[in-house]
């Protein structure tokens, strides 16, 4: 199998060319370049495209670094872009993702890591580190509780009464013979609470119930 090229866009020269000897030791890569300006790596990537580029996050704000990531993508189809992050957020790893990195590693990552990352690259896969993964886990389960506990729109005393009667397995006409309304206001009733909820029927209505607790 023939080896990839790597280049490295990072400073200070010190800790990138120990990493350098390292991984040309380690066999994986025919060369390891190092860039430690944004002209010495334009000239790199003009000479001779490598299939690996890593960019650290001391070399560019996370705004040019957005913009370089899309503009060497677009130029350099078949490159491999991996992303040493300085703890970024959730949304902006996925930005970068989507304007076209293949790997997103935090600078609390460790070398085994890279090497995981640089295995899934070569198997056309795309690579996050564990600690970014765990705040991705994190998020989404903080995002769902909000959905879930804080409605822009909460639901009125009514329609609160309604809920726990379609819960009951009622339907329009026998919650409108319970509450003296006609089936026309139970109907809207019911849209809106579908609606406040973010559900699509009476199997979402009861799902959020007994996840919030307001029937056992």
């Known amino acids: 199998m023939m080896k990839s090229r790597l280049t490295i866009f990072d400073e200070p020269m010190l800790y990138t060319e120990g990493l350098s000897k390292l991984l040309t030791q380690s066999n994986l890569f025919s060369t390891v370049d190092l ?5 010495a790596l ?8 490598p299939e690996f580029l890593m960019i650290s996050s001391n070399m560019l704000r996370l705004t040019d670094l957005y913009k370089n990531v899309e503009k060497i993508t677009t130029e350099n189809k078949n490159i491999k872009i991996i992303i040493i992050g300085n703890n970024y957020d959730i949304m ?26 640089i295995q ?3 198997s056309n896969e795309i690579y996050i580190c564990d600690h970014a ?6 998020f989404l389960n903080t ?46 009733h019911r849209k809106r609470i ?16 007994i996840e919030n607790h307001i029937i056992d």
């Not at 790893?93 to 590693?105: D, T, W």
């Open 35 to 39: 860039c430690n300006s944004y002209e």
């Open 194 to 209: 579908l609606l406040k909820l973010n559900v699509k029927n009476s199997v979402g209505v009861v799902k959020y119930a």
């Open 42 to 49: 334009q000239e790199n990537l003009q000479d001779q495209s």
């Open 120 to 122: 899934a690259l070569l």
């Open 92 to 117: 902006d790893i996925r930005k970068l993702f989507n304007k076209g990195i293949k790997s997103y590693l935090d600078k609390n990552s460790r070398y085994d890591e890279f090497l995981k990352s």
């Open 133 to 138: 993964k765990e705040k991705m886990i994190n």
């Open 143 to 188: 995002d769902e509780k909000k959905q879930r506990f804080h409605m822009q729109d909460p639901l009125t005393k009514r329609e609160l009464e309604i809920l726990k009667l379609i819960c009951d397995g009622l339907s329009s006409k026998d919650i409108s013979e319970r509450l003296f309304i006609s089936i026309n206001t139970v109907e809207t």
